[in-house]
């Protein structure tokens, strides 16, 4: 089945689509795509380790989901969508910010993402897609900030980005009060 994304310019706006592995190949075509910060009411943070066979950072620590939205699709829609399929889960999304990246992944691939960063918290039990997750883990954010502080531990480039800037301008974000 052939997965298409949504190719952006700069502010976000629809240039096209693209095939989701095509947009990644070599430096990466800019397109539109989402991270899902998920936090249990302890605010705790859902971690994944992506599955083996994930083109671009297998193996890696990351966030709860990360996508792309379908053409057409709207972002905390897609985010929704995909937090049932990856991790079996519902919950509704709030958005916090997006920003730019550009990231290699060696000879492989690239991310050229307007990612769209959102938040939100589920105590229920997580049924992680073996497919897109190799295994999880709920961390604090001490815990997640000291693992963060070595540059060899394995997280995914837009998580290292995503964390630094939450914890700098989104302060409040993992408080569960503010969930709600």
């Known amino acids: ?16 689509v693209c095939d989701k592995r095509v947009a990644h190949l070599g430096a990466g075509q800019r397109h539109r795509a989402f991270s899902v910060h998920l936090i249990d009411s302890a605010g705790r943070h859902l971690l994944q380790r992506r599955a083996a066979g994930k083109m671009l950072w297998p193996g890696f620590w990351s966030n709860a989901c990360c996508s792309h939205p379908a053409p057409g699709e709207s972002i905390t829609d897609a985010a929704s ?34 990612c769209h960063v959102l938040v939100a918290q589920s105590d229920a039990k997580v049924l992680p897609a073996t497919e897109e997750v190799s295994e999880i883990k709920w961390q604090t954010r001490a815990e997640i900030s000291a693992q963060l502080s070595s540059a ?16 700098s301008e989104h302060p409040s974000f993992d408080t569960p009060a503010l969930q709600a």
């Not at 089945?1 to 096209?16: F, K, P, S, Y």
């Not at 394995?154 to 980005?161: A, E, I, V």
């Open 81 to 114: 969508r995909r937090l049932r399929e990856e991790l079996g889960i519902s919950a509704s999304c709030r958005v916090l910010y997006s920003f730019e990246y550009h990231a290699h992944f060696g000879e492989i691939g690239a991310e050229h993402e307007l």
């Open 1 to 16: 089945m052939t997965h298409n994304v949504v190719l952006v310019d700069a502010q976000d706006v629809e240039i096209g």
């Open 152 to 167: 060899q531990a394995p997280f995914t480039p837009w998580f290292r980005m995503e964390w630094q800037r939450l914890i």
